[in-house]
Structure formats: structure tokens, C-alpha cells
T-cell receptor, first 113, second 112 residues
């Protein structure tokens, strides 16, 4: 069966420090991969998505970047965190095709102090 | 570009009341439409979906009908329970896959 792993679960980082969040998927190949941010009291904001290795689409200009070095690995990074980067970050995967279900990781609670 | 708009919450209902959460979308072509639910302390999970006009998705007593003429996908349930308290997200995907866009979420609180 397919599983998705996202870590760490919680993270407290000082302003100006770098960030690396990792997400891996097992049990499937060539998934579509997604990074979302869920700010307190708000919905899911799509940050990046990828339909293949090295193919990254950015949805909002911001202080973050994403990479997909392997088929089932998706990394969210920042060189210098801002206070406004605090939030709940969710990784998700789904198969190809518009009607397929998305499966979400457990999320990372990032607090920038 | 594609977008999804949901009614603002929170929505507070008494047990056994009728629920409607409005969702409208803007999209080119023929998108697939979804409702996801996030229970307290848990991740998102698919509630139901519809892939073409006039399709009705249903699950756990919830229903939503894909209305292309009104670009809507409203979520309904005839009799809510306390256990339905959660945040509900409407979502859209183009028919080629790729981008999956969510609405802002609607928090539902059901009181006994």
C-alpha cells in the first residue's frame, strides 16, 4: 500500500535560519507531489507542485523553494526564514489524472521565532 | 486561473439539523471537484468527488452535485451529528491532473 512520510512533525527556528522539510512517498511511482501551507484560521494555500523529477511549479512568490531530486522525494527549503513563514506545512501526493484522490502527510508545524 | 470559493465559517448547527456548505469555482475546461474533511487533530481525507457535470458524489450521508451551469459543488447533509464537527474543504483539479486547488475551508461545529 502507499504511504507518505513527512518530517519533522514540529520545528521551531529563529528568523534568518535555513529550512529543509522532507516528504517521501512509498508504494507508487511517478506521483504528483504537492506542498501546501495552512495558516491559522485559513485554508490550504498551494505553494508548489511537481509532476515529475526536476519539474517544479511555483504558485506564489515567496521566501521558499522546492526540489524533487528523486521520483518520490519532495523537499521544501528556505535560505533565510521570515516570521511570516510560520504555519502548518502539508505534503501530499496523488496519481496522474484529474480525478485521482490526494493523500496527505501528517504535516509539520513550523514556528519562526 | 482556476480558483475555489467557499462560504465563510464557522458554521454552528444543532444535532440533526440540515447542512449546506456552499462552494463555487472558476475553471477552464472540465475540472474534477472534491470535498475533503479535516477532523480535529488529524490530516485531510477525501470525503467525496465528482468528475463531470451532473455527477453526484456521496459518502457518509454527505452529498454534492457537480453543477456546471452555476459552477457550484455545494455540500449537503440531511441530518448532522456531533461527530461531523470538522473543517471541510472544497477542491478542484484540472482534467489533466497537476494542480490541485483548495478553497479556504469551512469549520463546522455541531452541538448536541
Amino acid at each position: 500500500s502507499q504511504t507518505i512520510h513527512q518530517w519533522p512533525a514540529t520545528l521551531v527556528q529563529p528568523v534568518g535560519s535555513p529550512l529543509s522539510l522532507e516528504c517521501t512517498v512509498e508504494g507508487t511511482s511517478n506521483p504528483n507531489l504537492y506542498w501546501y501551507r495552512q495558516a491559522a484560521g485559513r485554508g490550504l494555500q498551494l505553494l508548489f507542485y511537481s509532476v515529475g523529477i526536476g519539474q517544479i511549479s511555483s504558485e506564489v512568490p515567496q521566501n521558499l523553494s522546492a526540489s524533487r531530486p528523486q521520483d518520490r522525494q519532495f523537499i521544501l527549503s528556505s535560505k533565510k526564514l521570515l516570521l511570516s513563514d510560520s504555519g502548518f506545512y502539508l505534503c501530499a501526493w496523488r496519481g496522474t489524472g484529474g480525478a485521482t484522490e490526494a493523500f496527505f502527510g501528517q504535516g509539520t508545524r513550523l514556528t519562526v521565532v | 486561473g482556476n480558483s475555489v470559493t467557499q462560504m465563510e465559517g464557522p458554521v454552528t448547527l444543532s444535532e440533526e439539523a440540515f447542512l449546506t456548505i456552499n462552494c463555487t469555482y472558476t475553471a477552464t475546461g472540465y475540472p474534477s471537484l472534491f470535498w475533503y474533511v479535516q477532523y480535529p487533530g488529524e490530516g485531510l481525507q477525501l470525503l467525496l468527488k465528482a468528475t463531470k457535470a451532473d455527477d453526484k458524489g456521496s459518502n457518509k450521508g454527505f452529498e454534492a452535485t457537480y453543477r456546471k451551469e452555476t459552477t457550484s459543488f455545494h455540500l449537503e447533509k440531511g441530518s448532522v451529528q456531533v461527530s461531523d464537527s470538522a473543517v471541510y474543504f472544497c477542491a478542484l483539479s484540472g482534467n489533466q491532473g497537476g494542480k490541485l486547488i483548495f478553497g479556504q475551508g469551512t469549520e463546522l461545529s455541531v452541538k448536541p
